[in-house]
């Protein structure tokens, strides 16, 4: 127990997309989402948790809880498969009846990371036919991601070389919906004291960070190839429950040409004058800034242009840094 993580913390995490859909909407032909008072695209948290879930299943070989698995006729396990399957393990448990609750709750933590980071609720039969479920708060919640500028959808058509019917003698007609460029925010959290309940680990939260930078780049579709992480940085606090919120509107981008038209990491550059601002107002609660960040970026530090490595130098004078190696 004494590596379960003991101190809040925030994330704020930037990456961007090139000529890609980095969440379409189902409900509307697959298109990128937009908010459409702002024309902010909008990323949901749950793709961002699809893509730290793969990343930890595929890359890392880490047990993964909600995850597409698919039998050997190629269909995939229902819902009711999978959690069929988890009672055969937990039939292994030899214990009396009345701990049988919490044995259950800890062998499912114990083997699956994505419950310790993100919880779940799991509804579960017994042999007397009454249900009972396991509810699970996450210790680790995001926000929905938004960019940081407004953005245009752009509709691309072309043609299939296979027929959509039998006997027809051409392909078919497509419509591919990408974003020309997306600058796109995500902020999180991750309380300590659900961390108790899910027994959530600091090493789990190194391969969180991981998963962030690493599944972010190694996410390669064709709607979402050429996805790179930018900047990464996780507030560490001393003092208990206390964070500071809302770090991913304390950055701006900066640019000089029609928001729309950014089409390169060149075309801007990031404000981080209130973030660096609020951090040293509250350096006294901060254990330290671990930090993550792309060479090519460029920042703007109370009106200076600043290079990352200027950057990590300004922020070690609030806390200490943890340059981290992703």
Known sequence: ???????????????????????????????????????????????????????????????????????????????????????????????????????????????????????????????????????????????????????????????????????????????THVLPYSLIGFYGIINENAARNTSLKEEDIDLLLDALWNGTKNLITRSKVGQIPRFLLRVVYREKNYHIGDLDRKIKLLTDIDEKAIRDISDFKLDISRLVETLKANSDKIERLDLQFDENLKFVVMGDEKDPMEVQNILSDIAVVNRLNL
Request: no cysteine; glycine share 6%.
């Open 1 to 175: 127990m004494s590596d379960i993580v003991k101190n809040r913390s925030e994330i704020l995490f930037l990456y961007d997309v090139k000529d890609a859909n980095p969440n379409g909407d189902p409900l509307d032909e697959n298109k990128p989402r937009i908010d459409e008072e702002t024309g902010i695209n909008i990323v949901t948290d749950v793709r961002l948790k699809r893509t730290i879930r793969d990343y930890l299943h595929n890359f890392r070989d880490h047990k993964v809880f909600v995850i597409k698995d698919v039998k050997d006729n190629g269909t995939q396990k229902t819902r009711e498969e999978r959690i069929k399957e988890l009672q055969e393990d937990l039939k292994k448990l030899k214990v009396k009846d009345e701990e049988k609750f919490e044995a259950e709750k800890s062998l499912l933590l114990e083997k699956y990371i994505d419950l310790r980071l993100f919880g779940a609720t799991i509804a579960l039969s017994s042999g007397s036919g009454r249900g009972r479920s396991i509810t699970l708060t996450g210790p680790v919640q995001f926000k929905l991601g938004r960019s940081l500028h407004e953005v245009e959808v752009k509709t691309l058509k072309g043609t299939s070389v296979m027929p959509s019917k039998a006997e027809a003698t051409q392909g078919t007609f497509i419509e």
